[in-house]
């Protein structure tokens, strides 16, 4: 599960050179579920960056610490929750790393999922209109998981989807057909995601210093040597 992201810094435009924004990357260095987020959307035939409430929010939903803030992969197409969303709302969640906790015989080791050339991310996510009045955004939004590669199946069960930057207009595009943006929905490549431990400061997230998502050990990453 994703509880957690580290978003730092970067260059969105260079990385979707189509995307339209009036607004900038909100940046965090421990952002938790029930913050904003920054989506990346298709809407009106442009690629927008808007502004999200981290908790997918349709207009049934009654109690707001109800809305979810991840959904598995393997029941878009079912559950009502999401099944309109992934057929015509999807998005992208721009973010530089994804906290998970591995547990250990007297505490839980948080750890930072970051690409092994530390580059920027793109999550695949749901979206819909926020349909409260607890906040200033319009938009709600919900990460999509699918199972941990090997690699990374030690520390955590599950994680956000990675939809590669070449796919990422066909993932946003709403006449992509189900089948087809389900296809997108995999396990990240064992080469393209390395892991290093924290400090556990993160556990807390209050604590917004860049110091949460420094090394505190050695990147766990995928040797090609193990193929050969």
Same mark, same amino acid.
């Given at each position: 599960?994703a509880?957690?992201l580290?978003i730092?810094?970067?260059?969105?435009?260079?990385?979707?050179?189509?995307?339209?924004?009036?607004t900038?990357l909100?940046?965090?260095?421990?952002?938790a579920?029930?913050?904003p987020?920054?989506?990346?959307?298709q809407?009106?035939?442009?690629?927008?960056?808007v502004?999200?409430?981290?908790?997918?929010?349709p207009?049934?939903?009654?109690?707001?610490?109800h809305a979810?803030?991840?959904a598995?992969?393997?029941?878009?197409?079912?559950r009502?929750m999401?099944?309109e969303?992934?057929s015509?709302?999807?998005?992208?969640i721009p973010?530089t790393g994804?906290?998970?906790?591995?547990p250990?015989p007297?505490?839980k080791?948080p750890?930072?999922?970051t690409?092994?050339?530390r580059?920027?991310? *793109?999550l %695949?996510a @749901?979206?819909? !209109?926020?349909?409260?009045?607890l906040t200033?955004?319009?938009d709600? +939004?919900a #990460?999509?998981?699918?199972?941990?590669?090997? *690699?990374? %199946?030690p @520390?955590t069960? !599950?994680l956000p989807?990675?939809?590669d930057?070449a796919a990422?207009a +066909?993932w #946003?595009?709403?006449?992509?057909p189900?089948?087809?943006?389900?296809? @997108?929905?995999?396990p990240?490549?064992?080469?393209l995601l390395g892991?290093?431990p924290v400090?556990?400061r993160v556990?807390?997230?209050?604590?917004?210093?860049?110091a949460?998502?420094?090394?505190t050990?050695?990147?766990l990453?995928w040797n090609?040597?193990?193929?050969?």
């Open positions: 599960m509880g957690r580290h730092a810094p970067f260059d969105l435009a260079a990385l979707l050179p189509s995307l339209v924004s009036e900038s909100l940046i965090s260095a421990n952002q579920p029930r913050r987020l920054s989506m990346i959307r809407a009106h035939g442009q690629v927008q960056l502004t999200a409430f981290w908790g997918l929010t207009p049934w939903l009654k109690v707001l610490d979810p803030h991840c598995r992969a393997e029941n878009l197409a079912s009502p999401f099944q969303a992934f015509a709302r999807r998005c992208l973010a994804i906290y998970v906790w591995k250990q007297r505490f080791q750890f930072l999922v690409r092994v050339d580059g920027p991310l *793109l %695949a @749901l979206w819909c !209109r926020y349909h409260t009045t200033e955004h319009n709600s +939004t #990460l999509i998981t699918v199972a941990a590669n090997s *690699l990374l %199946a @520390l069960e !599950r989807a990675v939809i930057r990422a +066909t #946003l595009d709403p006449a992509t189900e089948d087809e943006a389900g296809h @997108l929905l995999t990240a490549p064992l080469e892991a290093f400090s556990r556990n807390d997230p209050s604590n917004q210093d860049w949460c998502g420094h090394p050990g050695p990147m990453r090609i040597a193990k193929e050969t």
